[in-house]
């Protein structure tokens, strides 16, 4: 048993033409959120994609929990959950519906109070009866995430979890990634909301150019950055200073 | 063990979203209803087929309409599950990548037997009358669903490989007009040479004299065997372009 739940190493992926990811290495230790930051098109759901074995990397390898993505693929999903980047319900089935199936699929021994016990963590038992396809954007993510922890996966990918989400909702979705942390689940999370991984992440690594180009805590990337001019007042670089001075230095080259 | 579980599941799912989609029962349904009602009443009266009652010799073609159009949803359910993500949320799950696909096969299955039911039934009421026996009932029963099963994999190609949805349902289009260049509502006897050749050696019409011999109790020639090798040779080739194309998302 290896205490890291994900390990990827010099991961390359193209499609045709465009050459997505370089080079990518990466380690998430067990129990960690990990934020995965990047410009539109950088590859992060690229990444999340070969690491839940949707799609196959050109070379390089990438593990799960000790599982190999290409030759252990079953073992791999057995351990993971995916909430992709765009919401993936069954809008024709009741929000309930939706979780019972994923939780009769994923064997579960009791989907249905299973169902109930999410519907309520939610927010979304008064709806619980309702057409997914009636519910606003924000309640659909709610269950998108809500089908995701069916079966308490050891690591869950969140692509971008909280985009379309009203501040109430972002927080209450924080609030349950902390809650699975703190239960000892894996989280590795895409987000455009620098303020997303300053909240979340305990691990924090920058997708640029197809490769990663800064990794560590949201402290040692305050170390990296170049000392905060001295000027009348010396404000602290926010993790979106930081993104957007990297992402500068390396672009120039 | 685990396999037929999951098929199970994922079946009573897309079962679910046929219960659900009241349109997609009325367009199945109503298609082939209306055509039957149409060929009766109105272009029957002038259509000289020689001796026989003229719906029991439209029975056959229309159930093959029913069956194609039916068949063409399957494409649009694994296009809307593949352009929903819930094609790759399954897959992300411990859950065996045939059952994903077996499920809506086994669906088209199921929901094109209760349409071929139903459409008899109609067929019926409008003075449909057979001499067949249960040996021939259970023949006709095992082409029409080996012609579904043939049809179903052929609609999972453009399924798993359009990207749109008028690509998805677009492939059903010319095979509902295969019935028209068929022994289905006229004989062939009539066409024009070439209309003719091609009628009478496309597998409609071998499927259509089939079923139509069953019912009647009259000798079956050798259009049993081409209507049998159509159906599988279908099926075996759709089977593999198929599985090449679901093999592209691992
Ligand atoms: N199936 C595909 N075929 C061709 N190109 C693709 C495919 N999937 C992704 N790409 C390309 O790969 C690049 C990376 O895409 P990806 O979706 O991983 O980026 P991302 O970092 O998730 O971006 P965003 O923040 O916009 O979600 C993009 O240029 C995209 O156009
Ligand atoms: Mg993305």
Redesign the interface.
């Given at each position: 048993m290896t205490d890291l739940a994900i390990q990827v190493s010099a991961l390359r992926k193209s499609f045709k033409a465009t050459e997505v990811l370089k080079s990518v290495d990466l380690s998430v230790r067990r129990g960690e959120i990990f934020a995965l930051l990047g410009s539109n098109g950088a590859g992060k759901t690229t990444t999340i994609n070969i690491l839940?074995?949707?799609?196959?990397p050109d070379s390089g390898s990438a593990s799960i929990c000790g599982f190999d993505v290409l030759r252990q693929?079953?073992k791999v999903?057995?351990n993971?959950?995916?909430t992709?980047q765009?919401?993936?319900?069954?809008?024709?089935?009741t929000g309930r519906?939706n979780l019972v199936?994923?939780a009769?699929?994923?064997?579960v021994h009791s989907p249905h109070q299973t169902a109930d016990m999410l519907l309520s963590r939610f927010g979304l038992s008064a709806a619980a009866q309702r057409?997914a396809d009636s519910y606003s954007g924000g309640m659909t993510r709610r269950l998108d995430i809500a089908?995701s922890l069916v079966g308490t996966p050891a690591v869950i990918f969140l692509d971008e979890p909280t985009t379309g989400l009203d501040p109430e909702g972002r927080l209450e979705v924080w609030k349950t990634i902390k809650e699975l942390a703190d239960g000892g689940t894996t989280i590795l999370l895409t987000t455009q909301q620098l303020e997303e991984a300053e909240q979340l992440a305990d691990h924090i690594a920058i997708l640029h150019g197809g490769s990663i180009i800064a990794n560590g805590t949201l402290n040692e990337l305050k170390q990296h950055f170049p000392p905060a001019k001295v000027e009348y007042i010396e404000k602290q670089p926010s993790l979106e200073d930081i993104f957007l001075a990297i992402i500068g230095q390396k672009g120039g080259k | 063990m685990?396999v037929w579980y999951?098929t199970r599941?994922?079946f009573g799912?897309s079962m679910?979203?046929i219960l659900?989609?009241p349109d997609t029962i009325i367009t199945v349904l109503i298609t082939p209803v209306m055509l039957m009602l149409l060929f009766a009443f109105v272009f029957g009266g002038a259509i000289h087929i020689g001796s026989g009652n003229y719906v029991n010799y439209l029975v056959p073609g229309i159930e093959l309409i029913a069956i194609a159009s039916g068949t063409a949803y399957t494409s649009l359910r694994l296009f809307y599950d593949r352009q929903?993500?819930?094609f790759?949320?399954?897959?992300?799950?411990?859950?065996s990548r045939a059952s994903i696909l077996w499920a809506h096969v086994l669906t088209s299955l199921i929901s094109n037997a209760i349409s071929v039911v139903l459409i008899i039934g109609i067929a019926f009421i409008m003075g449909f009358r057979t001499s067949a026996g249960v040996l021939q009932w259970l023949a006709v029963g095992g082409i029409l669903a080996l012609f579904t099963l043939a049809m179903t994999w052929l609609a999972v190609i453009p399924g798993l490989t359009a990207t749109s949805i008028d690509g998805a349902s677009a492939f059903a289009y010319p095979l509902i007009f295969l019935p028209f260049i068929s022994s289905a509502f006229v004989p062939t006897a009539t066409m024009p040479t070439i209309v003719r050749v091609f009628a009478q050696n496309q597998p409609v019409t071998a499927l259509v004299d089939s079923v139509r011999a069953l019912f009647n109790s009259t000798p079956i020639g050798n259009e049993i065997w081409s209507a049998l090798a159509w159906c599988v040779g279908i099926t075996i080739v759709a089977y593999f372009i198929a599985m090449r194309a679901y093999r592209r998302?691992?």
């Open positions: 839940a074995t949707l799609l196959k693929p079953v999903r057995e993971i959950s995916l992709g765009f919401a993936a319900v069954d809008g024709l089935l519906e199936l994923i009769r699929l994923r064997g057409r089908m | 685990k999951a599941v994922l799912r679910l979203h659900r989609s929903k993500g819930m790759a949320r399954f897959q992300t799950m411990p859950v998302f691992q």
